[in-house]
């Protein structure tokens, strides 16, 4: 059955950040390449008239002006991150036209601060909403009535989505397309978009990995490396302590002090790592994938998988892997 097409704008005010754009921009045009038609029809709007020149100097331009008296208004109208400390008169507009037309668009979305511009208009009123972790204590002190939330990437309450900064605005815009056109057509897209894993809304804003990656020194290369180059044996502490030149006290303080996490859970992590990058490189079987890691047997590769990541073993090789698949037209 073909799915009817679904009218799109961007609204676009002057120093917005391109990816709150091009990030979500890309999802929904590539969803359209996947199923072989237009089922987004993308439209950029220019708040402050046909050209906008970005956070960071670039020019965006031949974008059709907001119109002032609205006929036809779209199925999704997206709102780009805008400035929240130095409000333009084009946020003003683009506030007033919210409240003028919010209630006849059936879907609103923000990116990162753009959701101040939601908040502003009243829609953000009794919803649960998110947006950018720098700005979150500032949304929910100018618009209290909203229910501001810090613990997801992205938030869907009664037809309005907001999502935190930057890329998550890519995250939200997969969860629309598996929304309208199911879970295969989300992954195909998540793959040609060369993404590593697509997060759903609860993720937290920051990830353990990049904590980790944060305050990472230079040690732990020392200690890495030994793992990785020992990844298919049994690596007690005793054994990692002696192969970096530490005892095995102080290799399990330092892992506490610097990783959060014992050298046992290092080596974890380290061997499902592995386990990922040889599912998506190789046609390996489970069972080799286990021994060439160290991590037992299928079982527990089975729980590792679905207790770090959310899928299975055999779900990460199908969305990650080097082989694509088309899926059936919708």
Same mark, same amino acid.
């Given at each position: ?16 950040g ?17 199923l ?12 402050? %008239? ?6 960071? %100097? ?82 929910? @002190? ?13 938030v ?27 879970? @295969? ?100 079987p ?11 047997d ?7 998988f ?25």
């Open positions: 059955m073909r799915t009817s097409q679904r009218n799109v704008w961007f609204l676009v005010v002057p120093r917005t391109i990816l709150n754009i091009a990030g979500p921009w890309e999802v929904l045009g590539h969803a359209n390449d996947v072989g038609r237009e089922v987004y029809r993308l439209e950029a709007i220019g708040v402050g %008239g046909s050209e906008a020149r970005t956070r960071y %100097g670039l020019l965006l331009g031949d974008l059709r002006p907001l119109p002032a008296r609205c006929d036809r208004l779209p199925d999704i109208a997206i709102v780009a991150g805008m400035p929240v400390r130095d409000p333009s008169p084009s946020g003003d507009a683009l506030v007033v036209w919210l409240r003028r037309h919010h209630t006849r668009i059936p879907t609103l979305v923000s990116i990162c601060t753009g959701a101040f511009a939601l908040g502003a208009a009243g829609i953000l009123d009794g919803r649960r909403a998110t947006t950018h972790w720098l700005h979150v204590e500032e949304l929910r @002190a100018r618009f209290p009535a909203a229910q501001v939330i810090d613990e997801g990437i992205y869907k309450d009664r037809g309005v989505w907001t999502s935190a900064g930057v890329t998550a605005g890519i995250d939200l815009a997969l969860a629309l397309v598996e929304e309208h056109h199911g879970h @295969a057509v989300a992954m195909q897209v998540a793959k040609r978009m060369v993404l590593f894993l697509r997060r759903s809304g609860n993720q937290a804003q920051f990830s353990p990995a990049l904590r980790r990656q944060e305050k990472a020194p230079a040690k732990l290369g020392d200690i890495s490396t030994f793992v990785l180059d020992h990844i298919d044996e049994s690596l007690p502490v005793e054994r990692i302590a002696a192969g970096v030149g530490m005892s095995p006290r102080t290799l399990s303080r330092w892992c506490r002090e610097h990783l959060d996490e014992s050298p046992a859970e290092l080596v974890r992590r380290l061997r499902v790592d592995e386990a990922k990058r040889l599912l998506e490189e190789t046609s390996l489970v069972k080799d994938i286990t021994t060439r890691t160290g991590l037992g299928a079982s527990t590769l089975w729980r590792a679905t207790q770090d990541l959310g899928v299975t073993p055999a779900e990460y090789r199908q969305r990650f892997a080097a082989t694509e698949e088309t899926p059936a037209r919708q």
